[in-house]
């Protein structure tokens, strides 16, 4: 019998312990099968955040780190600073890049550091069981605004693709959703482009994934994907919005 | 020996590159400053990286990422920034990773004032961040103690897994003596390398995990860190005793504050008062054997000179000293310097018994 369709190299055969639906699941997958198909195993760190995601650590066979909340951009650069022959990536949730992280990502976004971020934005903080992000949407219910968000008093969703676009450095900043076969191919090419910017020494890429949360969106996996076709990807428009060749500082 | 007239703050940044320091991350707060600009001009010379963060949290947390991968890496701030990297040296702690944090303290609580003042010894002895971790901490009271202090912190860090302190205040950081540096240390990451991040070329091994998460055996690291604590205790106490033979008071300080008490004791010494010294260079682990065998009648009292308003190191003094042996505290603080003609007319006036003992 020969194997079609393979576990990719640097996913451990453990149970993901991920809620059934949930597309950190996919998101995981596709950049392992990015770093397959670069041949970068051995030469990869893994900067992991604190969310749900952070239970990587258990399921991927590279170098890791596991960061305190929102400050993995900072410990990569650290770490990419030390070792430029290394593919330094960071994996980071909305509440930790845009809430308690937003001095820590726009800052290395601006410095241009040579690493790659990954956004898996599902708009709501799902590790401490779904209370209202700076990305939740207008309307939508969280645990601390259960009418859902409302615009006085919280604000706007955060779109951080619309802030990281306004700085000069990064060389390439998209948004692409997982909730499709299409969306999840164009992210699995966007991480590819993230990761070989950052091996040819160009700097910061910036890739945010929508993603979901079918745990605290109290629905299930299809209810989940419908929310983002009729939300999710009404507000947070998927697009590149930069994506340049020269390499940063020259 | 190359011998040099330096700043506190220049030479410590000086020792920590001999020392092999090829990192430093830092966010500019008075009184420290000459750190990161001087690591600025000097680290890229000797092929290492100075970034300066956005934040102390920032740069903490790039040297968290930098020393990961087995180079010697270190912050520096004062205290308002100290209070900020807490949240870093607790993971440092928790990842066991290996670094320098150089507080050179100021007056406080609050942004409190930039002059000199030692109000960090309680946050860098008892809780450097939440969980209950520990680490070395080094006080200096000579620009050449600076250096040599700054020469070895790496080589506990890294015996250790675990970050270490060293604490001066902003006076001692600013004062200029002459020194003899050591000499230039290559650094060795590889000697770090069974645990660090990021393999060699042609390296083959398996995956390396740096967590500061521990779901089961918790419990088992925290032990561990209760025993090293112990052993820390037993084998790392470094203290300068003076005349303690018949000493029938004790003057106790550190850092800068040591240096006026010393100059009291030889004063008083001279004038034909039994007076001696304690002055503790690691405050955490403690000199506690320093007090506890000084013997109650004979030792009439221990004499607390401190920066700070109260005192902070006289709550371990006070623990460590038998039964009988009063202590009195005396002190300035929120950048008010200690000054040897107040400081020995204070001390005369506890052992001529004017003075209340501390409750
Ligand atoms: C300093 C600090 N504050 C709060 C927390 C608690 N916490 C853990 S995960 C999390 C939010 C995670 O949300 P997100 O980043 O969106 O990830 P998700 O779980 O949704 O993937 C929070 C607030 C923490 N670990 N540390
Ligand atoms: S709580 Fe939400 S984000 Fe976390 S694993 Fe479950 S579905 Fe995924
Ligand atoms: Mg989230």
Not at chain 2, 246 to 272: C, H, I, K, P, W
Request: net charge negative; aromatic share 8%; with cysteine.
């Amino acid at each position: 019998m020969s194997e079609l369709y393979e576990r990719p190299k640097s996913i451990l055969p453990n149970a993901s312990s991920y809620c059934p639906g949930c597309l950190h699941a996919t998101a995981t997958k596709i950049i392992a099968e990015v770093i397959d198909e670069l041949g970068v195993k051995d030469k990869a760190i893994y900067v992991l955040p604190v969310g749900c995601s952070t239970q990587g650590l258990v399921s991927w066979d590279l170098d890791i780190i596991g960061s305190a909340h929102g400050r993995a951009p900072a410990v990569a650069t650290g770490i990419k600073r030390c070792r430029p022959d290394c593919l330094v990536f960071c994996y980071q949730g909305d509440g930790d890049l845009a809430s308690i992280g937003l001095a820590e990502i726009m800052s290395a976004a601006n410095r241009g550091e040579n690493i790659t971020v990954i956004y898996a934005n599902n708009s709501i903080f799902g590790m401490t069981g779904g209370q209202m992000a700076p990305t939740t949407l207008i309307g939508q219910k969280a645990t601390t605004a259960v009418t859902g968000r409302q615009l006085l008093g919280t604000g706007y969703p955060l779109k951080m693709c619309e802030l990281i676009k306004e700085l000069d450095a990064p060389r390439l900043v998209v948004r692409c959703s997982l909730r499709t076969p299409a969306g999840i191919k164009k992210a699995r090419a966007s991480i590819l482009k993230g990761f070989k910017n950052q091996l040819e020494g160009k700097g910061f890429s910036f890739i945010e994934l929508l993603t979901n949360c079918p745990t605290t969106w109290h629905t299930d996996a299809l209810g989940s994907l419908d929310f983002m076709e009729k939300y999710t990807e009404k507000y947070f428009e998927c697009r590149t919005f930069t994506d340049k060749e020269e390499r940063f500082g020259e | 020996m190359e011998k040099r007239f330096m700043k506190g703050c220049e030479a410590l940044a000086e020792a920590a590159v001999r020392a092999g320091v090829r990192f430093f991350a830092g966010y500019p707060i008075t009184p420290q400053n000459e750190i990161p600009e001087y690591m600025s001009r000097r680290l890229p010379e000797v092929g290492g990286v100075f970034v300066q963060g956005e934040s102390e949290i920032a740069s903490v947390n790039m040297v968290y990422g930098a020393a990961a991968t087995g180079v010697r890496a270190m912050t520096s701030s004062s205290g308002p920034g100290i209070s900020l990297k807490c949240e870093g040296i607790s993971y440092l702690a928790a990842a066991r990773i290996p670094a320098l944090i150089v507080d050179v303290s100021r007056g406080g609580p609050g942004l409190g004032s930039i002059q000199p003042a030692q109000s960090d010894y309680l946050m860098a002895t008892k809780a450097l961040g939440h969980g209950g971790h520990r680490l070395m901490v080094f006080a200096p009271s000579t620009v050449q103690e600076i250096v040599d202090l700054t020469y070895s912190a790496h080589d506990f860090a890294e015996r250790d897994r675990n970050p270490v302190m060293i604490l001066i205040d902003g006076c001692l950081g600013a004062m200029m003596e002459s020194v003899a540096l050591p000499e230039m240390r290559e650094p060795k990451p590889e000697s770090q390398s069974g645990w660090t991040l990021g393999r060699r070329e042609g390296e083959t091994r398996g995956a390396h995990l740096i967590s500061p998460i521990y779901e089961a055996g918790l419990e088992g690291l925290n032990r561990q860190f209760g025993e090293r604590t112990a052993r820390w205790q037993k084998e790392d106490v470094m203290v300068e005793e003076l005349y303690l033979d018949d000493a029938e008071y004790v003057l106790t300080a550190y850092g800068m504050a040591a240096r006026v008490a010393r100059q009291v004791t030889e004063d008083l010494r001279r004038e034909g008062y039994k007076v001696g010294l304690i002055r503790p260079i690691t405050l955490f682990p403690f000199p506690k054997e320093s007090f506890r065998k000084l013997v109650p009648g004979t030792v009439k009292g221990v004499i607390d000179i401190e920066m700070a308003i109260p005192g902070q190191m006289s709550e371990d003094v006070a623990a460590s000293l038998p039964q009988g042996i009063p202590l009195y505290e005396y002190g300035h603080s929120g950048g008010v310097l200690l000054d040897d003609a107040d400081t020995k007319a204070a001390v005369l006036d506890i052992i001529s018994g004017n003075k209340e003992a501390r409750a």
